[in-house]
């Protein structure tokens, strides 16, 4: 089956922890991108990239960080430095060259840091 | 900047009944999504908009797209109370071969029986 996976579905830390993360596509995607999701809210771009080895910041990226070494992985980081790290996360991937330019969501991880 | 606006945010109905959610958004695209969320659960795609005058249907909801206008809509005809969640209307901006979404804060829908 073809999809976007993300793990783990939740996720628990401490306040002053990096916390890693994961996505996987086997869609044969170029682009992938990711999301923070507050209650009530809608979604807010984190980071994209369009190909490996290249990433571009969202309207929301300071205390994120991102890496693209391979077309189906694409992890993120939250760091220490990102205020309110507690939030849903969500992963999606499109392909560059389709007219829809549709993006297809992962499960996502909800995040909780105390 | 681009600002994506959805009214209502909060919507009660009763089943049989019709209503339409509204999407109006800040700068010129020809793109329109929408999408439904479930509670505690991802994005599922509801619609593909991708040109002015663009209608498409599934089952008891509509969407259309006004690109003069800046605007989208999201019918709903004789509500059913499966189709409780919120949804969500994204406009793409077309970025270097990606493509950024920005999305509405969103129209929960509760349907009474």
């Known amino acids: 089956d073809g999809g976007i996976t993300q793990s783990p579905k939740y996720l628990f830390r401490k306040e002053g922890q990096n916390v890693t993360l994961s996505c996987e596509q086997n869609l044969n995607h170029d682009a992938m991108y990711w999301y923070r999701q507050d209650p009530g809210q809608g979604l807010r771009l984190i980071y994209y990239?369009?190909?490996?080895?290249?990433?571009q910041k969202g309207d929301i990226a300071e205390g994120y960080s991102v890496s693209r070494e391979k077309k189906e992985s694409f992890p993120l980081t939250v760091t220490s430095a990102q205020k309110n790290p507690t939030a849903f996360y969500l992963c999606?991937?499109?392909?560059?060259?389709?007219?829809?330019?549709?993006?297809?969501f992962g499960p996502g991880t909800r995040l909780t840091v105390t | 900047e681009l600002k994506v606006e959805q009214n209502p945010l909060f919507l009660s109905m009763q089943e049989g009944k019709n209503y339409t959610i509204y999407c109006n958004y800040s700068?010129?695209?020809?793109?329109l999504y929408w999408y439904r969320q479930d509670p505690g659960k991802s994005l599922e795609s509801l619609f593909v908009l991708l040109s002015n005058g663009a209608v498409k249907q599934e089952g008891r909801l509509m969407a259309s797209l006004d690109t003069k206008a800046r605007l989208s809509t999201l019918h709903i005809t004789a509500a059913v109370h499966d189709l409780s969640a919120t949804y969500f209307c994204?406009?793409?901006?077309?970025?270097?071969?990606?493509?950024?979404?920005?999305f509405g804060q969103g129209t929960r829908l509760t349907i009474n029986p």
């Open positions: 999606a991937s499109s392909m560059t060259g389709a007219p829809s330019h549709e993006q297809y």
């Open positions: 990239s369009q190909i490996v080895n290249d990433f």
């Open positions: 700068t010129t695209s020809d793109r």
């Open positions: 994204a406009v793409g901006l077309l970025i270097q071969g990606a493509q950024k979404l920005v």
